[in-house]
């Protein structure tokens, strides 16, 4: 699998309806959410062993259904809870279909995958309750002036090519607009007889982007490595974004750095504007208002009690809009940059060198250090992982992640003595005490990372299994379609063997033929005439019968020219 992301160009009446979709999304996920979490604090003190059926309250959500179905297994003093899955509330949201206005706004897999979202979520929490009862419920989704919209569809996706422009086909959406060429996703499906398998459409800073994910062949994908190939580690850091064990950097630009003053400005500017152009007027109504309620309240005037004040929210000044608009074409230069340089870097390290050796750093617990969060932000690190797996997939590489807390800064590369003193990151330079080898801290850390044959070896092995447990999944699904397909099969034919059924037995038994036997198949009109040769027609009803259609084939009858009846056979 593999994703490729395109900018969108949507009209306006278009970008009302990512919006409105998104929201529709957003409101389903909150909607299932929501049940699952009144589910959570019932069945927390609960007792009993089995299945509970837990009465959800409509108090929060009044579109929620009356009851749902919580199991609990109780195993000594261990408690586990199965909440409803992604099918369940799918078959829970189609008896409730009716009640809720936005479930006919947005493409029903876009809802089904909202589901699943909050479904994986309640489980994810409740997993790691069991050891962290400090854990939080999944939090709701806020709407954000559709800042943060996204919804995912995974079927009628197709690209469009034009003789300008190309346009990507959305359920019930027109044809929207790329920004850019869509050619080499076309010759990447082409390559790897690929398919689209989903469509993730979200706005980032005022953009909308859609995220293709293509399903690939394996036995298609990059050649594979020599085993006797040498590897070359790569250690990623702040000075020099990459340092190869032979020597070779990369110097780091620093984006954000050198836009900081920038920024700084374009900040400022903005935290100047005025909020709301009627922020006075706004406040003078509600002042009057509140004044107006004290008074009726203190009953010292005969005064009716004040409506309901509706005040619409004051609407930003234009000079604040373009500001804002001024920061966010700034954040986004810069985002597009630094992700440009990753691809570059990627697009030369890949081909160069068939095996490379990176560390699984833990990203989340360094920015903790808040002296350096800044600059690790800066640097990218995992935009700059991610760039490298997805290159070495189409060129057969091999990218061999170190452990997370592996100390190849700390191990001498030369006889493997660690020294705790390189923990501080003053420390650039160290001779190791045992060997007496001088090592520079990043030229050591990639050395350490060089891949050794067994880490080779492994990660083929792990590669291979993982295409063999792939193929397997993949004839699982297909014959599961299959058998899906036959049983549906054999249900329409019974069911379209029992309607010839009533329709020939209806033939002989109402008094006229309908109107319909002249579009039904001959297999039914034959059935129904031997039907009328072997049982006769009912009292009364021979003079009133009416032959609309002459399509019964002329073998059948051909022997007698006449029945008991003295009918002539239709020909």
């Known amino acids: 699998m593999r994703s490729h992301k395109f900018r969108l160009d949507p009209t306006a009446e278009q970008v009302e309806t990512l919006e409105a ?49 919580g199991v609990i297994t109780r195993s000594g003093d261990r408690t586990d809870y199965r909440f409803a899955s992604k099918q369940e509330l799918i078959g829970i949201l189609t008896r409730c279909k009716k009640t809720l206005d936005w479930s006919e706004i947005c493409p029903s897999r876009a809802v089904e995958m909202a589901l699943g979202d909050a479904a994986q979520a309640v489980s994810a929490f409740w997993k790691r309750r069991k050891t962290d009862p400090k854990v939080g419920y999944p ?13 995912t569809v995974i079927e009628s996706i197709s690209i469009l090519s034009g003789k300008k422009r190309d346009a990507v086909k959305l359920p019930k959406l027109p044809p929207i607009k790329i920004c850019g ?14 398919l689209i ?42 000075k020099t974004l990459h340092t190869l064990s032979n020597g070779q950097i990369v110097e780091n630009p620093r984006f954000l750095r050198a836009s900081s003053k920038k920024r700084q400005e374009y900040s ?25 309620l004290t008074e009726w309240s203190s009953g010292e005037q005969s005064t009716t009690k004040p409506e309901f004040l509706q005040v619409p929210l004051p609407s930003k000044s234009n000079r604040l809009l373009r500001a804002e608009d001024r920061l966010r074409r700034l954040d986004n230069h810069i985002a597009n940059g630094r992700h440009t340089f990753h691809r570059q870097i990627a697009a030369k390290l890949i081909p160069a060198y068939p095996i490379l050796g990176v560390e699984d750093l833990a990203i989340a617990n360094m920015v903790q250090n808040h002296h350096l969060a800044k600059s690790i932000m ?30 190849s800064s700390q191990l001498c590369s030369v006889c493997g003595y660690k020294n705790p003193l390189v923990k501080d990151l003053k420390v650039r330079e160290w001779t190791c005490p045992d060997c007496c080898a001088h090592h520079l801290r990043d030229l050591n850390a990639a050395q350490n990372l060089r891949p050794t ?12 299994r993982a295409r063999e447990k792939y193929e397997k999944h993949k004839q699982q ?60 027609l009912p009292s009364g009803g021979a003079e009133d019968i009416v032959f609309l259609d002459k399509r019964i084939p002329a073998h059948v009858g051909e022997a007698e020219s006449t029945d008991s009846n003295g009918l002539a056979p239709p020909t």
């Open 139 to 151: 939090r709701f989704l806020a709407q954000r002036e559709h800042k943060e919209d996204t919804f």
């Open 268 to 292: 400022r500017s903005v935290a100047r504007k005025t909020k709301a152009r009627e922020q006075s007027v706004v406040l003078e109504k509600i002042e009057a208002h509140q004044k107006a």
């Open 453 to 464: 044959q067994a880490q080779i070896d492994q990660a083929l092995a792990d590669r291979q």
């Open 21 to 69: 979709f998104g929201d529709a999304r957003r409101k389903a996920y909150n909607w299932a959410l929501g049940m699952l979490k009144e589910i959570f604090e019932q069945n927390c003190s609960a007792d009993g062993v089995g299945d509970v059926l837990v009465e959800v309250s409509s108090s929060i959500w009044e579109h929620s259904p009356k009851q749902i179905l």
């Open 197 to 238: 398998k989903e469509a993730t459409v979200s706005v980032r800073r005022g953009h909308w982007w859609v995220s293709l994910m293509i399903e690939r062949d394996a036995k298609s994908e990059g050649p594979e490595v020599f085993k006797e190939v040498d590897g070359v580690g790569d250690d990623l850091g702040l």
């Open 477 to 536: 699904i297909s014959e599961r379609a299959i058998r899906n397909g036959a049983i549906h099969k054999a249900k329409n034919a019974a069911r379209k063997a029992k309607t010839m059924s009533r329709a020939a037995s209806s033939i002989v038994t109402n008094h006229l033929i309908p109107r319909s036997v002249a579009s039904m198949p001959e297999e039914t009109l034959t059935r129904a005439w031997s039907h009328y040769q072997t049982d006769g």
């Open 378 to 407: 800066d640097a990218g690190w995992r935009d700059q992982l991610n760039c490298l797996e997805t290159r070495a997939t189409d060129h057969g590489t091999l990218v061999i992640a170190a452990k997370t807390f592996f100390a």
């Open 181 to 194: 060429s869509t050619r080499h996703l076309e010759r990447e499906i082409i390559r790897y007889h690929g």
